[in-house]
Structure formats: C-alpha cells, structure tokens
C-alpha cells in the first residue's frame, strides 16, 4: 500500500457535526469548559424547578472550530431532556432573515426525538392538553 491509499484510509471527519446534537455523544469530558457547564446546569436547575411561565430567551454559543461547542451542547440537550425541559436548537450561522431562521430552528427542534419514538412536539402537546386539562378522547 502506497503512502497515497494509507492516507484514503484513514478517516479525518472526527468532529461532531451540528445533526449530532440530537444524539447522546458516545463520551463524555465533563472538565471540558467545567466552568461554563456548571453554570449551564446550574440555569438548567433553575429553569426546571421555577414555576414562572416565562421561557428563557436563549444562550448563544460561541467559539472556534474545535472548541468543543456541539459537544457542549449535545450534553446540554441531554441535561435538559433528563430535567424534563425541551431544547430548541437555532442554527445562526450564516443568517438571512433573523424570524426565518428561528422559525426553521424551532420546527427542526420539534420534530427531533426524545426517548424512543417519542419527538419533542408529543411530549409539548401531552404538556399543553395536561395544562388545558384536556382528557383523552377515546
């Protein structure tokens, strides 16, 4: 094998694209950005014990290629999912219309699975007929 066909063979693509937000990452490195984490977790404590009906305006991550971000925010996702908090990822980079593209974001997010077969719009609906006091119709 030549030094052309060795290099073919091996797989550079060892970053975490932004799709793989949605699945729980097969590691973890909980000393990765601790510091930001806590706080994270910690506002994630906050959101899932505050009975205010206000929702949270969002957390922009920011960073270098590399850094560890996607990372970060498929444990959040998870973090939040465990607390029984729905997580809506908006994609901001290279944005054209600001509403358009948290629309997209929102309705992504929705149709993203939470355990099993369940997606994030079942559990928001089964939430929304509990709130309204809806029972079941069969």
């Known amino acids: 094998m030549n030094e052309i066909q060795v290099l073919r063979s091996i797989s550079f693509d060892w970053t975490m694209h932004l799709t793989s937000v949605w699945t729980d990452p097969p590691f973890d490195v909980p000393d990765l950005h601790a510091q930001f984490r806590s706080e994270l977790e910690w506002k994630l404590d906050q959101l899932a014990a505050s009975t ?3 929702s949270p305006l ?3 991550m920011m960073g270098s290629g590399g850094t560890g971000k996607t990372h970060l925010l498929s444990v959040l996702r998870r973090q939040a999912r465990e607390r029984g908090i729905g997580f809506v990822l908006v994609d901001m980079t290279d944005v054209h219309d600001f509403w358009a593209t948290v629309l997209q974001g929102f309705t992504t997010s929705l ?3 939470v355990e099993g077969e369940r997606f994030q719009h079942h ?7 509990e709130a309204l006091n809806v029972k079941d119709a069969a």
């Open 111 to 113: 149709q993203q699975p």
């Open 52 to 54: 205010d009906s206000t």
């Open 58 to 60: 969002g957390w922009v």
């Open 123 to 129: 559990v928001l609906l089964e939430r929304l007929f």
